[in-house]
């Protein structure tokens, strides 16, 4: 599943709940890929660019 934000991201992360542990998230053009599967739920720590 692609996510597409309406401003830039500097940064994307799976974390837990707690916003730890995270595992750094690729952002191609934009847009982040999430891996999903079937009846999955994912937390996703997103860092804007600053201007």
């Not at 799976?14 to 595992?23: A, F, I, T």
């Not at 847009?31 to 937390?43: D, N």
């Amino acid at each position: 599943m692609d996510v597409q934000f309406g401003i830039e991201i500097e940064k994307a992360e799976l974390v837990d709940l707690m916003e730890e542990n995270g595992r750094e998230l690729k952002i191609i053009g934009g847009k982040v890929r999430l891996p999903f599967r079937g009846f999955e739920i994912h937390t996703m720590k997103v860092i804007p660019t600053r201007r």
